[in-house]
């Protein structure tokens, strides 16, 4: 029994049958790095910008990404249909004629049957929500916010640059325009304790959320947290707490939330600590353990307290 409501089951749902992302690096960049904002960028973010950098830092083309990476995942799941998925840095943070070219070039390959697209919630207009609303017709759309805490005071402490309620609005933006939201949030970040965590998945029932990425805060390599680590002024989360934490989170989401990741996936030859996350399907296994021992699932204690907003 999967007592979550994963991501696979999602896609097999709407297309029947197995569906692959395909990570892209399209080359942006991100207004918390290039002085818009900052450019210290958050504390946490590496020089892949929480993606493949595949084009920033090896210079593989769009097209060249999604033929090599067909190719491993055709080998590995016998798939036939792809999403692209705009991953690295900031993919709404272009002008729109530039954002066009991208998404149509990687929409181009005849077996791409979705878009979707990661961004932070300050960097989406309604031109962008118009651009992106307007493959729908064709393509399954989703747009992906990056929130990390419904705290400002945790959201200050990673320099992250915006605000909860930014987060809100761009969420209520998109909503109008009938585009799939997912909410990108992690469990473990600086001054955070279980009840923090829990109040973030709070703040998100109560929106138009179609989706939910946690994160685990992992440390890498050449990064602010990777000092503070360092300095011993950041302890990283202990494997079977974060699993409780997990189980707690998905307990408070509505059920219908499409869960599209559960953790994280650092470079291990880059990974600082917890040495334990690169134990991706031992991780699963153990948060599936955990809501089984307390005979619990996704929105098991869920409750609307807000009437009248749509999935």
Not at 66 to 90: D, E, G, H
Not at 151 to 171: M, P, Q, W, Y
Not at 229 to 247: D, P, R, S
Request: proline share 3%; charged share 25%; net charge neutral.
């Amino acid at each position: 029994m999967q007592r979550y409501y994963d991501v696979n089951r999602y896609l097999r749902e709407i297309f029947g049958e197995r569906v692959q992302k395909i990570s892209i690096d399209a080359g942006l960049n991100c207004p918390n790095r290039d002085g818009h904002i900052s450019k210290k960028g958050c504390i946490f973010c590496d020089h892949r910008g929480s993606g493949t950098g595949a084009l920033i830092n090896n210079g593989f083309s769009i097209d060249e990404q999604i033929v090599q990476t067909r190719k491993l995942l055709q080998k590995r799941y016998t798939v036939r249909k792809f999403i692209a998925y705009f991953q690295s840095f900031t993919n709404t943070y272009a002008p729109i004629s530039h954002l066009k070219t991208l998404y149509d070039q990687a929409l181009a390959h005849d077996d791409m049957v979705g878009l979707f697209v990661a961004t932070r919630p300050d960097c989406i207009d309604m031109d962008t929500l118009n651009l992106l609303r307007s493959y729908q017709k064709d393509y399954l759309v989703w747009i992906e916010y990056g929130l990390q805490s419904a705290h400002d005071l945790t959201l200050k402490r990673i320099n992250r640059g915006h605000d909860a309620a930014c987060f809100e609005r761009s969420v209520l933006m998109a909503d109008e325009y009938g585009l799939k939201i997912c909410a990108h949030v992690i469990l473990g970040l600086p001054g955070e304790d279980r009840d923090m965590m829990m109040q973030t998945a709070l703040f998100l029932s109560d929106l138009p959320i179609h989706g939910v990425k946690i994160h685990l805060m992992y440390v890498v390599e050449d990064t602010a947290l990777a000092a503070l680590y360092n300095k011993g002024e950041f302890h990283c989360l202990e494997q079977e707490e974060y699993a409780e934490l997990v189980a707690d989170f998905l307990e408070r989401l509505p059920p219908d939330v499409v869960i599209q990741r559960l953790t994280g996936d650092p470079v291990g030859s880059e990974l600082v600590a917890p040495l334990w996350a690169k134990e991706k399907s031992m991780n699963l296994q153990l948060i599936q353990k955990t809501l089984k021992r307390r005979n619990t699932w996704q929105g098991w204690g869920y409750r609307q307290s807000t009437a009248g907003k749509s999935r």
